[in-house]
């Protein structure tokens, strides 16, 4: 398994500002992903960050708004620019990781984090 | 078109009696098919994780099945728990263009004494 944190559990941010959430894991992995969780809703890929390489970004994200770094095989930060109402959502982080029987490969969530933005 | 649907959308049952979670999908090419529970304010943890071959996995009271034939599963929950009132999210991945995780919207459940 991966023990996963987030910082910060929670946070209230101006309009136009901008918030940076970190996660860490307890074991080195390969791929990490950042999802978000709107109110009510399932979770929606933001982007794929793998180390030593540019972030992958899925449909309607882009990386001006949601700039992710991956300084290492255990780090990894996502950034809200430019904050507006619509982007109150939890946001997660996810390891991927795989087990020796084939089609296994199981996903580890961080406890996410709340943002609201007013 | 990559689909997870899940019934019902929301639950209420007492303590101590059982209920059974679906869900449909429409997602090939199909990898496997995983239920996590989400409590309120944390992040999904995974229950069970099944293959193409598999048909039943069971995780304490938490019991999946998996009909690869018809493209469903369910997720019975046994003598339930004040604990177990979450969100139970079923995802299933495709291996089609890289590994794709398709995510139904979950059930809420909330249990009562």
């Known amino acids: 398994s991966a023990v996963i944190s987030q910082k910060p559990s929670r946070d209230i941010c101006q309009r136009g500002t901008s918030l940076t959430i970190q996660c860490q894991v307890d074991?080195?992995?390969?791929?990490m992903f950042w999802y978000r969780q709107q109110p009510g809703q399932s979770l929606t890929l933001i982007a794929t960050a793998n180390q030593g390489s540019e972030a992958t970004y899925e449909s309607g994200f882009v990386i001006d708004k949601f700039p992710i770094s991956r300084p290492n095989l255990t780090f990894s930060t996502l950034t809200v620019s430019n904050l507006s109402p619509e982007d109150s959502s939890i946001y997660l982080c996810s390891v991927e990781v795989a087990w020796e029987r084939p089609n296994t490969d199981t996903q580890y969530f961080g406890p996410g984090t709340r943002l609201t933005v007013l | 078109k990559n689909q997870v649907e899940q019934s019902p959308q929301s639950l209420i049952i007492l303590e101590g009696k059982n209920c059974t979670l679906q869900c449909n999908y429409t997602v090939s090419p199909f990898s496997n098919l995983r239920w996590y529970k989400q409590d309120t304010g944390r992040g999904p943890v995974s229950l069970t994780i099944m293959t193409f071959s598999e048909n039943t996995k069971s995780n304490g009271r938490y019991t999946a099945t998996l009909d690869a034939d018809t493209k469903q599963s369910s997720l019975h929950i046994t003598a339930s728990q004040l604990s177990d009132s979450a969100s139970y999210i079923c995802v299933v991945t495709s291996n089609q263009a890289g590994t794709a995780l398709i995510f139904g919207k979950g059930t809420t459940l909330s249990v009562s004494s």
């Open positions: 074991s080195q992995v390969t791929m």
